[in-house]
């Protein structure tokens, strides 16, 4: 069951105004460049760390730790937790901030450049992701670690609201950005965080995502890059028929794509966000059987 996290006026005074003194005292000012909302709910920051579900020889991989309080409740919980934060002032200032933490590594980078096997060292280890990420990176960073060559176990993300639910979407609903996580784990939100969990306050709500990822793909596919080209044809132009959208993504003729279509069981007229993984895997083995990929 979902829950809400309901903001209370003052429920969140005592973190937030840690939270301004501790900008204040370094002379810093939250980023916008860089999409820096620091959350300033402990109801919020419990259940990050209680949908991770972490045990003290768990891994963590935290992006974007900030001013280090979820860094702390994480530490507190796990094993190893291997923060990486983009901003080179506030890694300083963490590293300065968890110096005490025996079990805390703070890493000065960009996440999207750093190889998840490099970070963690041992390629046998198993590991979470724990992250309230910046909007603008959301897919980005979800897409890096799911195509890893040593993809995490767990991963459990702070994101805006409406990119959770489009995540979670059912056939139906379902857009590039479902299937793409779909295809490697079953996402499920675990609750909801209002604007004003976070200072500054941004303009939308957040939602804490849960991403239990598979050992192995959801479905059976020889060519994820080739299986994701065809998906991504598919929704060329997802308001138009599938017949439309499929000729238009892959060059083909519309009387070729209703022959594929009608090869897989698919009927010409649905469109690409009712089609369920397992339809789309069908229509790529169509496709690959008649070698016209």
Sequence with gaps: ???????????????????????????????????????????????????????????????????????????????????????????????????????????SGDILKLEPSALIGDKSI??????NLPYYITSAVI?????AWLKPRLMVLMVQKEVAEAIVAEPGRMSLLSVSVQFYGRPEIASYAPAGCFYPQPEVDSAILKIDVYSQQAVAVDDIDGFFQLVRAGFTASRKQLVNSLAL?????????????????????????????????????????????
Aim: aromatic letters at 4%.
């Design 1 to 107: 069951m979902t829950v809400v996290v309901k903001h209370r006026q003052g429920y969140n005074s005592t973190l937030l105004s840690q939270t301004k003194r501790l900008l204040c005292r370094l002379d810093l000012k939250a980023r916008k460049r860089l999409g820096q909302h620091f959350l300033i709910d402990r109801e919020v920051l419990a259940k990050v760390v209680e949908a991770a579900g972490l045990a003290p020889g768990d891994v963590v991989v935290e992006v974007g730790p900030g001013l280090g309080v979820l860094t702390e409740g994480l530490a507190a919980k796990a094993g190893r937790v291997i923060a990486v934060e983009l901003d080179d002032r506030l890694a300083t200032i963490l590293k300065q901030r968890l110096a005490s933490a025996g079990n805390v590594t703070v890493v």
């Design 126 to 131: 198993e590991y979470k992701v724990v992250a």
């Design 143 to 147: 897409r890096h670690f799911l195509e």
């Design 249 to 293: 993504g892959l060059g083909l003729p519309k009387s070729e794509v209703v022959l594929l279509l009608g090869t897989a069981g698919i009927m010409c007229q649905r469109r690409a966000e009712t089609l369920a993984l397992e339809e789309w895997q069908r229509l790529w083995q169509v496709l690959r059987k008649r070698q016209k990929w």
